[in-house]
Nanobody, 124 residues
Framework: QVQLVESGGGLVQAGGSLRLSCAAS????????MGWFRQAPGKERVFVAA????????NYANSVKGRFTISRDNAKNTVYLQMNSLKLEDTAVYYC?????????????????WGQGTQVTVSS
Protein backbone atom coordinates (compact mmCIF):
# COMPACT_ATOMS: atom_id res chain seq x y z
CA GLN A 1 0.00 0.00 0.00
CA VAL A 2 1.25 3.45 -0.91
CA GLN A 3 -0.13 6.77 0.30
CA LEU A 4 0.58 9.86 -1.76
CA VAL A 5 0.39 13.50 -0.71
CA GLU A 6 0.82 16.31 -3.22
CA SER A 7 1.95 19.82 -2.43
CA GLY A 8 3.20 22.92 -4.19
CA GLY A 9 0.12 24.01 -6.07
CA GLY A 10 -1.09 27.58 -6.11
CA LEU A 11 -1.85 30.65 -8.16
CA VAL A 12 0.72 31.79 -10.72
CA GLN A 13 0.73 34.18 -13.65
CA ALA A 14 1.03 32.92 -17.17
CA GLY A 15 4.67 32.40 -18.05
CA GLY A 16 5.57 31.63 -14.47
CA SER A 17 6.77 28.46 -12.79
CA LEU A 18 5.72 26.09 -10.04
CA ARG A 19 7.18 22.92 -8.64
CA LEU A 20 4.85 20.23 -7.41
CA SER A 21 5.96 17.57 -4.96
CA CYS A 22 4.45 14.24 -4.13
CA ALA A 23 5.55 12.52 -0.94
CA ALA A 24 4.95 8.80 -0.72
CA SER A 25 4.74 6.50 2.25
CA UNK A 26 5.76 2.88 2.12
CA UNK A 27 8.92 0.94 1.43
CA UNK A 28 8.09 0.14 -2.18
CA UNK A 29 8.14 3.66 -3.61
CA UNK A 30 11.51 3.11 -5.23
CA UNK A 31 10.14 0.21 -7.29
CA UNK A 32 7.10 2.04 -8.68
CA UNK A 33 6.62 4.11 -11.78
CA MET A 34 5.28 7.48 -10.70
CA GLY A 35 3.03 9.70 -12.74
CA TRP A 36 1.32 13.05 -12.76
CA PHE A 37 -2.16 13.56 -14.15
CA ARG A 38 -4.39 16.61 -14.23
CA GLN A 39 -8.08 17.31 -14.36
CA ALA A 40 -9.54 20.61 -15.48
CA PRO A 41 -13.10 21.57 -14.53
CA GLY A 42 -15.61 19.58 -16.53
CA LYS A 43 -12.96 17.48 -18.22
CA GLU A 44 -11.47 14.05 -17.83
CA ARG A 45 -8.32 13.35 -15.88
CA VAL A 46 -5.45 13.18 -18.34
CA PHE A 47 -1.85 12.11 -18.34
CA VAL A 48 0.86 14.73 -17.85
CA ALA A 49 4.14 12.94 -17.15
CA ALA A 50 5.63 9.74 -15.76
CA UNK A 51 8.97 8.44 -14.60
CA UNK A 52 10.17 4.88 -14.23
CA UNK A 53 11.24 3.56 -10.85
CA UNK A 54 14.93 4.24 -11.54
CA UNK A 55 14.45 7.51 -13.39
CA UNK A 56 15.74 5.87 -16.53
CA UNK A 57 12.62 6.51 -18.59
CA UNK A 58 10.44 9.60 -18.62
CA ASN A 59 7.31 10.22 -20.63
CA TYR A 60 5.40 13.44 -21.28
CA ALA A 61 2.14 14.50 -22.81
CA ASN A 62 2.70 16.53 -25.95
CA SER A 63 0.99 19.50 -24.36
CA VAL A 64 3.70 19.85 -21.70
CA LYS A 65 6.77 18.54 -23.48
CA GLY A 66 9.63 21.03 -23.24
CA ARG A 67 7.94 22.96 -20.42
CA PHE A 68 7.50 20.39 -17.63
CA THR A 69 10.10 18.11 -16.07
CA ILE A 70 9.39 15.11 -13.89
CA SER A 71 12.02 13.83 -11.48
CA ARG A 72 12.26 11.69 -8.40
CA ASP A 73 14.35 11.23 -5.30
CA ASN A 74 13.98 7.66 -4.09
CA ALA A 75 15.92 8.41 -0.92
CA LYS A 76 13.22 10.94 0.00
CA ASN A 77 10.28 8.95 -1.38
CA THR A 78 9.34 12.00 -3.42
CA VAL A 79 8.51 12.74 -7.02
CA TYR A 80 8.52 16.25 -8.46
CA LEU A 81 6.96 18.07 -11.36
CA GLN A 82 8.75 21.25 -12.38
CA MET A 83 6.39 23.36 -14.46
CA ASN A 84 7.78 26.26 -16.47
CA SER A 85 6.24 28.65 -19.00
CA LEU A 86 2.83 27.98 -17.55
CA LYS A 87 -0.20 28.65 -19.70
CA LEU A 88 -3.82 29.36 -18.86
CA GLU A 89 -4.72 25.90 -20.13
CA ASP A 90 -2.47 24.31 -17.50
CA THR A 91 -5.03 25.26 -14.86
CA ALA A 92 -6.23 22.03 -13.24
CA VAL A 93 -6.07 19.85 -10.20
CA TYR A 94 -2.84 17.87 -10.43
CA TYR A 95 -2.73 14.32 -9.13
CA CYS A 96 0.23 12.14 -8.29
CA UNK A 97 -0.16 8.42 -8.98
CA UNK A 98 1.83 5.21 -8.55
CA UNK A 99 2.02 2.26 -10.94
CA UNK A 100 3.56 -0.84 -9.37
CA UNK A 101 4.31 -2.61 -12.64
CA UNK A 102 4.77 -0.19 -15.48
CA UNK A 103 7.57 1.66 -17.19
CA UNK A 104 6.39 5.28 -17.31
CA UNK A 105 3.23 4.60 -19.24
CA UNK A 106 0.40 7.06 -19.77
CA UNK A 107 -2.60 4.79 -19.21
CA UNK A 108 -4.59 5.95 -16.23
CA UNK A 109 -5.95 2.48 -15.50
CA UNK A 110 -2.45 1.17 -14.76
CA UNK A 111 -2.00 3.48 -11.79
CA UNK A 112 -3.25 1.83 -8.62
CA UNK A 113 -2.60 4.54 -6.06
CA TRP A 114 -3.61 8.20 -6.18
CA GLY A 115 -3.14 11.30 -4.12
CA GLN A 116 -5.85 13.81 -3.28
CA GLY A 117 -4.62 16.39 -5.75
CA THR A 118 -3.30 19.94 -5.61
CA GLN A 119 -4.84 22.90 -7.40
CA VAL A 120 -2.80 24.83 -9.95
CA THR A 121 -4.33 28.03 -11.27
CA VAL A 122 -2.67 30.06 -14.00
CA SER A 123 -3.90 33.62 -14.41
CA SER A 124 -3.44 36.08 -17.26
Amino acid sequence: QVQLVESGGGLVQAGGSLRLSCAASGRTFSTYTMGWFRQAPGKERVFVAAIRWDGGITNYANSVKGRFTISRDNAKNTVYLQMNSLKLEDTAVYYCAADPWGSAGSARQNYDYWGQGTQVTVSS
